[in-house]
């Protein structure tokens, strides 16, 4: 029983997933794309929490829902003529990108299902929050500390690029 | 005595009522989710009840006095009314955005009180990411008020959606990081350990000096600032914006944004309360009445904010909060750091 | 375990989907999301089924959300660039002026 | 329409029924009457008497009336003040976009006929009632603020003989 | 696993709830929208052009920033939390990671983006 | 200065321009022609002893027979005041602008426009602004105006 | 200059008013912005266009009062007193002693009164709620020793031609002086809640700053001008009726922006209630009108009278056809008229917040505008 | 950081006033319950004032308080007998029109109109604040007032204060003497120009 409501919890949210992904690349009005995208990003949470990764989890609303898309509505906001919604947001690679993307999906899925996969039956560490905080200053020090100048690197790219005057 | 044996008794006969477990805990969710949404509901109806009145004795006035004794009911005639009222969907806007705006205000607000403890052993789950859980499904809150101004298609929605968005943003940073000396503390994410660490009401975060008062004086400030309250009501500046991102509401979903308004209040105040006024803890009353104590202390103290300062401009709040703010916040936070290594106040 | 890494494939299709169709710039930064996050799916699946002893999959994963924060911040900001100059994000237009 | 309208028809062949729907009205109706929030609507004199009824001594809150600044939230316009030839249209757009149920008080004479303006005066519209639906005509040039507030009462007591069965 | 249903059941409780409050006043209340009631509100006058602008949007700035900040904050977390569990060594690379970042808040003021013109 | 100081100053600082009028109760009332009207304020508004700096108000006047347009200046550093008026026929009536001098006479003129139909020379924003936008009625304020729902106080 | 300037954005129209909360009444700016930031701000005006001065050349001249009253209503008080001292110029008909003391004690106290609207309003304006019930209890008790003068809270009709329409009841004199005394303490608590607040002073400090030269060339009158630093107040500068024999100061502002004009009206409060208490000091006995019929007219003549409003120099001309009870032509100037034009040019490039601000420390009021 | 820490302390401060003012009393007034009580002087709603003893209205149909309303609010109806003496047909006061400016009252030479100190009259109906001369009368019933002596113009209902009523009333006197030189009240049939103003009333 317990396995099947998780089941049915997965298909749920893969749905959403899958329906509101495509959502985002096909819909023409690019705000209601971000806010499908949000919706992808949410259910994308739920399935880490599936797969046990509470943290991370959060981390995806905090980080996707709380921060990106909103600059990503923000951008919009600055940038596209919204109030017509009838501008033609594909371009003419629709044909070359559904055989592109239906290629990579055959093969991936084709190279999934043909993998032997060592599954190992093992719970994850419980407090996944204290063991990352352990390896993010012991083993991954150094990424760690990488990221805060990619981070800084970011700003300050940030702050040149959207502060340049003139053209 | 306590409200949790009651609640642990009717999930016992249901369990032994002979239904598969999931079904038992769906059930047991779900009546969870219905009290607690009643609960939402009458501490909504109240505080607005309570607002009212304290700012009406703030400015020597009386407040509702007609509708029921000193005004009680009058919350619930508003509501009433509220449900009378016609809902109106302006024409040119965004339909689908426009109607789900105030469902997700709502929702966002009403989740967060999956992982807070109201008292001893009452809390929905605990969570073992407690707080960041709370902090993060906040969020959609920004998200509604952006989909709230833009389905309006009304400039003065989409301004005060905008600027909520902005105001909320700019005072998560210092909200999290005035957060995290608690955490550090206490070693844990999750609100019952957080409380439990408080056991003591000398160890309550608030007095552990310097960085616990500094904290919560950090808090509260990003608190109100994330509940659009004055000195920080921009979003709704009525003077400026007629109502914000709310112009276009009327009826029931009108009533879910004011809803959401005051359950986000009450929000800010439980967490202050559990991570820094030690929760539930306290003697001889039961746990629960001493969290909705404490928290309505400090929901006073925002209204009591809200009927005595009057409102900064939109860049001032940002530069506050950027440039004062945050490096004080973050100065608290390696401040705590060091009295943690060194032991200081690790009663 | 199958289950999600088909889930994670349809996901990172939709995304080189969306790179490939969108004239928005805007929206192929938001496909580009959709394909992190696929991957990231990937990555704390083979955390949990392959090697549950460590979190790597899922610091990775962390770490994936950073450079996608950072690709955001940096792509938005070119974005802004972009349109300041030429007062459109549309990709195409941009090849046009011979970017 | 809403639904409710036909549920008298229904709910009363029963037994009971009457009671029923007498009692849901009278819920109904009594909270209409005791939420009036109003429309922060004034142009003249009238709108510092409308202040100062708002203000502690009268305090309009005692009544429940609380005032937004959209006509969207709003279930009253308080027309305190002259409304000109200029102005009625705004006015009328303005009662237009309140949700209904929605109410109208003239408050003053220039309201209720164009007060004082009446003559010779080329711009004033002679009575707001040839724009707007008016339930209750308070005289007085400004209405005192005691006024003000018996004619919400006397709102009130229309709005609370109101049925759901004759709402438009 | 089971904490975590909470979470998906009271969504499907909350939008319920609240879909449920709007359909009971789909009952109870009137309805009888017309054009002008419907046209945008406009502080009484006809709307000029549409509600959706494209306007200058200074507060994208502070979102930038807000991202790089948030992002920093998710990494402080696991650090506060097995803090405990580490010695002086974890603070100094914490402080060092804060430092950084400050840093670009710093460059960013000292540039001027903070400041609202 | 007081009245008398000043109207003799003002009378001999622009010989036969100015006529003093005998009607001004409080303070000297000029009356001047309509095409002097620049030119006079411009020296009064730089002169030395006058130095008026201040527009007050103008008014326009329908007296039955023709308009008068009157205006009061004052000097806030000298503690001046008196008015002058002009007076123009009802065809054609058409005065400059004295923006340049007072930019605060921008909406006084466009009111004595409006109102009056007066014209104003180089005014540059003629529009309508008390009356309705839609306004088809002609000039309100002129004695002989009517319009249909226009009611007169009944006589007494 | 950040991104702002280099952003080519579109810019927008958006209109604020006639029914906007903070445009006092119906004031409408047509604002086109670029984000929150203000380019390019158009008052229009006419929402409340009465025709006042229709109306007063078909009323005899004790008829114009009460529609006078309604001209600047905040201030009813002056402008009754601005008329009939224009009628008593062109006429010359001299008051009673106490009823000029009794004048100028009830233009004082309502010139209190109407800073205490402004106050409120300013507070409420710029997001403080409770100051505007602060001000607005205050006033009351101004309103109560009007209504037992003369009968009405708003539109007096007291203040006559010749005099005033009625002598005080006895409770006036200690009533007054009761609320004298304790209206300085008021004034207190006003200084506690916002003067020093750091929220205040940063909405209004260096916010639509008008340099005083712009001001003088806009016709700017009254506290916005003493609060851009020109010292000129009429009842000092020109004084009629008999300012002359009171004590009092002129407060003035020194950098012209917001936080000068409010402190300036602050101030003025406390500079009227000195005057009113002199005056009931000073106050004689005697008549409180001289004879005027209902019927008479004027001789033929014309007259601009000035007086200090409390919104700057309100001034009515009259003139007289000589042979009619009726005037020939009444045009009012309220100070509110040059304040609201001169507006556009300070406001350019703040946000709406500062037009908010700037409006609310303008003190405008739409009936002086409109008429 | 001086700067930060005065902010600090006036934000403290401006919690503290608003706190004071929390413990103290509520100066409203509850008003259907509880009412302010109106000062004589104050001006409610006009009625017509009718005699003590006889019931029967003190107005004498002279058409001054017409003439002196500026908004003309007030019509009078009235029919000449053979003698041209005035008789009343109906008293009409609009108060969709009146301002409330008391100039009727002081225009009345026989206590005739006054405005009294009611004020709640909010009606449904448009027409219901047209007032007839039985409405008028009806209301102004228990009006209390002070019979004045004919000669006097302002009928004053609040006792005057006696160190001021005593030098003002030698100009009232003037006043009337004044007015009762164009309009003599006892006589008003002798009047010519009340009879020319009573022409454009006919023809309304
Ligand atoms: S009724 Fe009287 S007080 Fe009210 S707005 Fe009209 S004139 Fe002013
Ligand atoms: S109070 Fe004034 S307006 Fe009213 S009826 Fe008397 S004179 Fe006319
Ligand atoms: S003035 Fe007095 S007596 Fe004469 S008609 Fe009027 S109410 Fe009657």
Redo the contacts between chains.
Sequence with gaps: ??VE??QL??YLL?FV??IS??Y??TLR???????F??L??FA?A???????????A??????????????????????????NKQI????E??M???F???G??LA??GS??NTV????E????E???????????NE??L???I????????????????????? | MELANIFKYLYQSLANSGL???WVDIIALVAAGLIVFGVLAVIALFLVWWERKVSAHIQQRFGPMRTGWHGVLQTIADAIKLIQKEDITPTNV?R??FYWAPIIAFVAAFLAYIAIPFGKGLIVSD???GI??I???T??T??SL??AG?GSNNKYA?LGG?RS?AQV?SY?VPMVVSILPIILFAGT?SMVEIVEAQAKIYQWFIFRVPFGPIAFIIYIIAGTAETNRTPFDLPEAEQELVAGFNVEYSGMKFAMFFLAEFVNMFTVCAIATTLFLGGWQGPFLPSWVWFLGKTLVLVFLLMWFRWTYPRLRVDQLMEFSWKFLVPLSFANLIIAGFMKHSKWFNW | ???????A??????????V?????T??I???L??MF?AV??NL??F??????????G??F???V??????E???G??????L???WRG?E??RINLMKW | MGLIKKVPVYIEKFPGGGILTTSLDYVLSQSRASSLWYLLFGTACCAIELMATGASRYDFDRLGMIFRASPRQSDLIIAAGTITKKMSPRLRLLYDQMSQPRYVIAMGGCTVKGGPFYYDSYSVEKGIDHIVPVDVYIPGCPPRPESLLEGCLTLQKKIKKEKIADWS | ?NE?AA??IFLFVGIGVVLFTFFLARLVRPSNPYKAKNQNYECAEPPI??G??????R???F??????F??????L???????G??GL??LI?MI??IV??L???F??WK???LKWV | MDHTELTKYILEKFPGKIELLDTGKAEPFFKISADFLLDFCRSIHSDEKLFIDFLCNIGAVDTGKKFEVVYSVASVKNHIRFDFKLEQEYEGAEIDSIQEIWAGANWHEREVWELYGINIRNHGNLTRFLLPDDWNQGFPMRKNWDAPDFVRMPEQ | ???S???R?EEFLVNMGPHHPSTHGVCRFLLTMDGEVVIKAVPYIGYLHRALEKICENRTYPQCLPVLDRFEYCTSMSCEYAFCLAVEKLAGIQAPERAEYLRIIMVELNRIASHLIWFGTTALDLGAITPFLYGFREREDILDLFEMTCGQRLTYNYIRIGGVSRDIPSQFIPKAKEFIDKFPSKIDDYVKLLNENPIWVVRNRNVGILPPELALSYGVSGPVLRGSGVKFDLRKDDPYSIYDRFEFDIPTGKYGDCYDRYLVRMAEMLQSTRIVKQALEQLPEGDIKAKVSPQFKPPKGEVYSRIENSRGEMGIYIQSPGDSKKPLRVKMRGGSYNHLQVMPEIVKGGKIADLVAVMASMDIIMPEVDR | MKKLINGIKNLVIGLLTTGKHLGRHAITIQYPTQKWEMPERSRGIVVLLSDKETGELNCTTCLLCEKACPSSAIKIVYEKDEKGKRHLKDFIVDHGLCCFCGLCEEACNFSAIKLATKYEFSTYTKDDLLWHTNKLQEVGRDVPYEKVERKKPEAKPAAPQPTTATPSKPIAEKQSAKTGEAISPAEPEKNPELGEGAKPQEDK
């Design positions: 029983m317990e409501v998780s919890v997965f893969s997933i899958i992904a495509i985002v690349v009005n690019i705000f209601h794309s971000a806010l995208l949000i992808t990003l994308v739920g399935i880490y929490i599936m797969l046990n990764a509470e943290f991370l959060a981390v995806q609303v905090l980080i996707y829902v709380g921060a990106i898309s909103i600059l990503i509505i923000f951008a919009i906001m600055l940038t596209s003529q919204l109030a033609r947001q594909s371009n690679q629709v070359i990108g559904i592109i993307c239906s990579f999906l991936s899925l999934i299902a996969w060592r599954i190992v093992k719970p994850l560490p407090n996944n929050t204290l063991t990352m905080g352990k390896l993010l200053m991954f020090v990424p760690f500390e990221v805060s100048i990619v981070l800084l690197a970011a700003l300050i790219g940030a702050v040149v690029l959207a502060r340049k005057e003139g053209a | 598969p477990q999931v965004d689908p955005v969570l073992n990411i960041l859980f902090i993060a499904i969020t959609f920004i998200i952006l989909m833009w989409l905008m968005a943003v998560e994410l | 375990m199958l289950q999600y890494l088909a889930l494939s349809i996901l990172f299709a939709i995304g080189i989907f969306g490939l169709t969108r004239r928005n805007i929206g930064l938001m496909s999301e959709l996050n990231n799916i704390v699946t955390n949990k089924y392959i090697g549950p002893d460590n979190l790597t899922q610091i994963a962390t770490f959300i950073v450079v996608a924060a950072a955001a911040v940096v938005l900001a070119i974005v802004l660039l349109y300041r100059n994000i990709v195409d | 696993m975590y979470v998906l052009g549409s959706w602008i494209q306007f200058n949007n507060f994208y700035i979102a930038l920033i807000f991202v790089v948030d992002v920093e904050a998710i990494f977390f696991p650090w506060a939390v097995a803090f569990q580490l060594y974890a690379e060092i990671f950084i970042l840093f670009g808040l460059y960013a540039k001027g983006v | 200059m950040t991104a300037k280099a952003l954005t």
